[in-house]
């Protein structure tokens, strides 16, 4: 497609189009500007793919289904964000719990118990998993360091620590909320 002829018909398309889009992404992600950076994103697809689109149809169903996708993306993805955090939380509540005065004798009952739990479902993970663990909750080190010093990627920490929690979590239901 010629090239002037390309970005006239692209900058149509975004006229008509863009408010609706916007819309549309907002249905689902209730964040207008998440929805407008979702909007952009989509028009810069179509740019991408405009020689290989059919110009003589209707584009709207096709950009509605890319919006589509981009916001279930974000969605999951915020989905995966809140369930890693409430797992964060737990294990801080685990530690609080583990740190607990020692000196009345219930407490200290209790945080010998959870020791106990949190020491087993320590040795119940994999040994890459507990390493990562390890690293991160006792030797206090970034996801960053620990990535660099195991030769690994951040999402493969992340995925590794989302796993350990997920073990404590379950081992620990009865001492949290």
């Known amino acids: 497609m010629e090239s002037r002829y390309k970005k006239r018909v692209f900058e149509e398309m975004y006229r008509n189009h863009l408010l609706k889009i916007i819309f549309y992404a907002n249905h689902y992600l209730e964040n207008k500007k998440e ?9 810069i697809s179509l740019w991408n793919k405009l020689d290989q689109i059919d110009i003589s149809k209707d584009i709207l169903p096709y ?16 989905k995966v964000k ?9 294990v801080h509540t685990l530690e609080s719990l583990h740190h607990l005065s020692l000196e009345e004798p219930v407490s200290k009952m209790f ?7 949190i020491n087993k479902s320590i040795s119940q993970m994999t040994k890459t998993v507990r390493d990562t663990f390890i690293l991160s909750r006792y030797k206090k080190m970034s996801y960053e360091e620990i990535s660099t010093l195991e030769g690994i990627s951040l999402k493969a920490v992340e995925y590794r620590i989302m796993s350990a929690l997920r073990i404590l ?9």
Not at 35 to 43: K, L
């Open 35 to 43: 929805a407008e950076c979702v909007a952009h994103e989509v028009f």
């Open 63 to 78: 950009l509605i289904t890319i919006t589509k996708n981009k916001c279930l993306n974000i969605l999951k993805a915020r």
């Open 82 to 90: 809140e369930k890693f955090n409430a797992l964060d939380r737990t």
């Open 111 to 117: 945080s010998k118990d959870l020791e106990k739990i």
């Open 169 to 177: 979590r379950k081992n620990c239901k009865d001492y949290i909320e």
